[in-house]
């Protein structure tokens, strides 16, 4: 597999994707020593070009042959058809496949993503075909934690310094931003953070480990007049950078069962300095709710004049009865009230 890893790399560094979809060049990979010339392929020609390397070395590998994409599509086994829109690499090794996708250069080694992962692929090499499984992430694989800690000056400024560590499908869906500008990553984080207003993003870094998977975001975010004042109170919302607000559309007579694709978890700890002159008037309690569909734990504490809101939420892949549609409405909907409850500030 080490050697696998270098040539991967190898081809990453060499090769750049093109899109080649007329006439025999749509079926066919272009030759593996014409890739290898011109620096360039489809996901035919770069997979085979790939997997011509690894045989050099009598590395074994599979042609696979996917429908690829966000929403998952299944191979059909039960009649044989022209099927597939994307060709990936698979390595065996013991127990298990490394599936590579080799039109990215930025993908880590054997990490697939949201766009093949969970599916079925048809396999070719020199004396097999058969139909295999992707890789399938777990509910807690797919996770997001986010570390911060904020405070406030006397006129109302908030500053916050954040940490977002990401893995999975969560590492997936923000790889793009390793490519991206200090300003276009700047627009994204006033995108992502846009219920804050007035908000400046004074630091945006990002450290990516792809033998881990994982993902840092250090940043530090400072907003003019967070705080707004009702007499001597301050309403505030402990969790201002990561809230889960989304419920599913309500039914009267739902005639389908639904399908939750891919499981995450989200872990959150931020600590929030009390201003100065103030103390705690209410406070959300303690709340917990664990379903089938999900679990969901959050608690605000005190210590010291410091706010520390925990919580954690899991939300667990599965395909659902249409019975079961509005207790996981109910679920997503409790979830979304218990994080608009403020938290009252009054003045000492």
Not at 229 to 245: E, H, P, S, V
Request: one cysteine or more; charged letters at 30%.
């Amino acid at each position: 597999i080490a050697i696998a890893k270098i040539i991967y790399k190898y081809v990453q560094e060499k090769t750049r994707y093109v899109s080649i979809q007329l006439g025999i060049g749509g079926w066919k990979p272009m030759l593996a020593k014409n890739v290898d010339r011109l620096g360039y392929g489809d996901c035919k020609a770069l997979t085979n070009y790939t997997r011509s390397l690894l045989k050099v070395f009598n590395i074994p590998s599979y042609y696979a042959i996917v429908y690829a994409g966000k929403k998952k599509r299944n191979i059909h086994q039960d009649f044989a058809s022209m099927q597939g829109n994307h060709v990936i690499l698979g390595i065996p090794d013991t127990n298990e496949i490394h599936w590579l996708e080799c039109t990215s250069q930025t993908q880590p080694f054997g990490f697939q993503g949201s766009f093949t992962d969970d599916r079925n692929a048809l396999i070719i090499s020199e004396d097999k075909i058969d139909i295999i499984k992707t890789k399938s992430f777990l509910n807690e694989s797919n996770s997001q934690e986010t570390k911060a800690k904020i405070k406030f000056t006397e006129n109302g400024t908030m500053d916050c310094q954040v940490i977002i560590t990401s893995k999975g499908i969560e590492f997936n869906e923000k790889l793009f931003l390793g490519k991206e500008t200090s300003d276009n990553k700047t627009k994204y984080y006033k995108n992502k953070f846009s219920q804050i207003n007035n908000l400046k993003i004074a630091k945006n870094e990002l450290t990516i480990d792809k033998a881990k998977i994982e993902m840092q975001e250090i940043l530090n975010l400072k907003a003019d007049d967070f705080i707004k004042k009702t007499g001597d109170r301050i309403l505030l919302n402990a969790n201002i950078l990561n809230q889960i607000l989304f419920i599913p559309e309500k039914y009267k007579n739902r005639s389908n069962p639904f399908e939750i694709e891919r499981g995450y978890q989200y872990i959150d700890e931020i600590e929030i300095e009390i201003p100065k002159g103030y103390k705690i008037e209410t406070k959300t309690n303690e709340f917990e709710i664990n379903t089938k569909f999900g679990n969901y734990k959050s608690k605000l504490e005190n210590y010291n004049n410091t706010l520390i809101f925990k919580r954690s939420f899991i939300l667990k892949k599965g395909y659902y009865l249409k019975g079961d549609y509005n207790s996981y409405r109910d679920f997503r909907e409790q979830i979304a009230k218990k994080e608009n409850i403020k938290t009252v500030l009054i003045k000492e």
